[in-house]
């Protein structure tokens, strides 16, 4: 028997599943692979009197906190037309999936600018224009969708992840209180799911030590 759909039916629904999912929730992962230091960019902030010692030191949480958006990775079903009795039919015969892209807010220092950069100079080598060997390139990129309490609800992991495509940095005269941004488009090898009620454990620990500092 169906039921008709009203608005208590949809707020039972809602609230029996721990409420929506808000977009705005989120964090992402990536382990950098080495980039040199910008010895160039140091001494640029040094003569402008913009330098800050820990601008050399690489915190991964800098890459979430600076992340604007960020996209779960898709996934779609390759098919052939399989014809029988006249009647056409689709049929699956591999998988295909989309890149991934993140847009970030650009610091004063132009730090993730930097990194992005470096991370394509160790693809492609811009002096010899030789490709690297893709396992010195490529890396894991984790992305969650969190709760209210920061608990991932759902995780995945982009396998053997690289940069494709760095986006140029739109500037302008009239666009004096616009902070910059840069979106990073990624390819990777393949996606899993990567969610577990020990990783969802382990982070609501982690919050309840860190709200006691």
């Given at each position: 028997?169906?039921?008709?759909?009203?608005?208590?039916?949809?707020?039972?629904?809602?609230?029996?599943?721990?409420?929506?999912?808000?977009?705005?929730?989120f964090a992402i992962?990536?382990?950098?692979?080495?980039?040199?230091?910008?010895?160039?960019?140091?001494?640029?902030?040094?003569?402008?009197?913009?330098?800050n010692p820990l601008q050399v030191i690489n915190d991964p949480r800098d890459i979430s906190l600076?992340?604007?958006?960020?996209?779960?990775?898709?996934?779609?079903?390759?098919?052939?037309e399989y014809?029988?009795?006249?009647?056409?039919?689709?049929?699956?015969?591999?998988?295909i999936n989309d890149d991934v892209s993140f847009t970030f807010l650009l610091t004063g220092d132009y730090y993730l600018k930097?990194?992005?950069?470096?991370?394509?100079?160790?693809?492609?080598?811009?002096?010899?224009?030789?490709?690297h060997y893709k396992d010195d390139f490529v890396s894991e990129v984790e992305i969650q969708q969190l709760n209210d309490q920061n608990i991932p609800v759902y995780s995945c992991k982009l396998l053997?992840?690289?940069?494709?495509?760095?986006?140029?940095?739109?500037?302008?005269?009239?666009?004096?209180?616009?902070?910059?941004?840069?979106t990073v488009s990624f390819a990777y090898d393949d996606w899993k799911e990567s969610t577990s009620a020990g990783s969802a454990i382990a982070a609501k620990i982690g919050n309840e030590?860190?709200?006691r500092f």
């Open positions: 028997m169906t039921y008709p759909a009203n608005i208590d039916s949809l707020k039972s629904t809602i609230g029996r599943r721990t409420g929506l999912a808000k977009a705005n929730r992962y990536m382990n950098l692979p080495l980039v040199s230091i910008d010895v160039g960019s140091i001494l640029t902030n040094v003569l402008s009197g913009n330098f600076l992340c604007e958006t960020a996209q779960l990775p898709s996934r779609n079903i390759a098919t052939n014809f029988t009795n006249m009647k056409a039919r689709k049929m699956p015969y591999s998988y930097d990194v992005f950069d470096g991370w394509i100079n160790k693809i492609v080598n811009m002096d010899t224009k030789t490709l053997k992840a690289f940069p494709i495509s760095v986006s140029g940095v739109e500037l302008a005269n009239t666009s004096e209180n616009t902070v910059a941004r840069l030590i860190f709200k």
